[in-house]
């Protein structure tokens, strides 16, 4: 239950150094067209670029993601944003912690740095801007007035279009040696765990979790956390993705940690995205204390029961 107690200690120091955002993650897929079809149909910006696709919010230029072709579904690689001034002072911290930093990918190749954290996964730490939001993105909740009706025919209803990549869930084999990782060397804090998951904020403002953890035998990804304005929103990119075939997930549902509304769809590779709404933001000058929770006690506040298979790793 403590295993992970001590790692990050809480500090008011928001000059700490640090990356401040997670940039983009990289996908490897057997093939490119269902992705294409799944982020489309599930509200993204998508884009063919050379043999990568892109996936963008719509309305911004940020890449939020790439996925590329490979033999199987496999998380590539992922990239977090800093300060022009902490480059520097990250790789050198990086370089005294003793972490070997290696040439970029085929393809990705960047004036980041590049490191393997202790599963192997890849991970590039480069100058970018802040994507992380300066403060809470907010939900919202709109009662229409009397005499109005409120909701459209189904016919009518809005397409869903998330606003930002929130955070990713990646599989890890070892959640303390995890955390230690990315505290010791990107500068991320511990925002809560229990003994199966962990969740990392950054130390300029950030998401309760750019980064989160579960426990498994494997490297892996689990999901790709979008946010959406509303708890509307997420029921309506639910239907419409069911509507596309894409009928299995988990939702709609609040969690604990992290306290976001969501739901679940699953990807075509097993795993999943999640349209989220209201997450908890930490601010760059406020302490965060990280709480140790009981599994059963954090996971979600309510909701549907989870799909039996839904924290199955299928990269393991
Ligand atoms: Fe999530």
Redesign the pocket.
């Known amino acids: 239950m403590t295993a992970n107690r001590g790692f990050v200690p809480a500090t008011t120091d928001y000059l700490t150094l640090g990356v401040h955002s997670l940039d983009h993650f990289g996908l490897e897929v057997p093939d490119l067209e269902p992705a294409k079809r799944f982020y489309a149909a599930f509200g993204l910006d998508v884009a063919s670029h050379g043999s990568a696709l892109a996936l963008r919010t719509f309305g911004g230029d940020h890449r939020w993601g790439t996925l590329v072709e490979g033999k199987r579904k496999r998380l590539h690689h992922l990239s977090f944003g800093c300060y022009t001034d902490d480059f520097a002072k990250l790789r050198e911290r990086a370089e005294a912690n003793g972490v070997e930093l290696v040439d970029p990918p085929p393809g990705f190749e960047s004036n980041g740095f590049w490191l393997r954290d202790p599963t192997g996964l890849l991970v590039e730490v480069k100058v970018a801007p802040k994507t992380s939001p300066n403060h809470k993105t907010p939900g919202t909740f709109i009662s229409s007035p009397e005499g109005v009706a409120g909701a459209p025919v189904r016919s009518k209803a809005p397409r869903v279009q998330p606003r930002r990549l929130?955070?990713?869930?990646v599989f890890t084999t070892n959640l303390g040696r995890a955390v230690d990782f990315y505290a010791r060397n990107l500068g991320l804090r511990l925002s809560d765990d229990s003994e199966v998951v962990a969740f990392m904020h950054a130390v300029h403002g950030s998401d309760h979790?750019i980064l989160?953890f579960a426990q498994s035998s494997a490297c892996g990804m689990?999901?790709?956390?979008w946010d959406t304005q509303s708890i509307d929103d997420i029921g309506l990119g639910a239907m419409a993705m069911a509507g596309k075939g894409y009928t299995k997930g988990w939702g709609l549902g609040r969690?604990v940690l992290?306290s976001?509304y969501?739901h679940?769809v699953r990807d075509p590779w097993g795993s999943y995205a999640?349209y989220?709404c209201d997450?908890d933001y930490i601010p760059a000058n406020q302490q965060w204390t990280a709480g140790h929770h009981a599994p059963e006690d954090s996971f979600y506040i309510w909701g549907p029961e989870p799909p039996p298979d839904f924290v199955v790793n299928h990269e393991a």
């Open positions: 929130s955070h990713v869930l979790h989160a689990h999901h790709c956390s969690h992290g976001n969501f679940y999640e989220s997450i």
